[in-house]
């Protein structure tokens, strides 16, 4: 897993219940602005569904 995988995955385990963001949110808020579709591919290789809530995202 890359450290801008964790960031990722930390940023969408911040996001509140009932709440959703778009990758270009995530991206920003895991500190690279223009990353979003690196952040829907991270996303979508989620090893862990049911512990970090891509579908926020």
């Known amino acids: 897993m890359t450290p801008f995988a ?3 995955y ?3 385990l911040s996001i509140p ?3 959703v963001r ?3 949110w995530v991206a920003k ?3 690279s602005n223009r990353a979003y579709r690196a952040v829907g591919t ?3 290789n ?3 569904p049911l512990i970090i809530p891509c ?3």
């Open 55 to 57: 579908h926020r995202v």
């Open 29 to 31: 808020k895991a500190g």
């Open 42 to 44: 991270i996303l979508k």
């Open 10 to 12: 930390r940023v969408i």
């Open 22 to 24: 778009t990758y270009k």
């Open 6 to 8: 964790k960031k990722v």
């Open 17 to 19: 219940l009932g709440e």
């Open 46 to 48: 989620n090893p862990y």
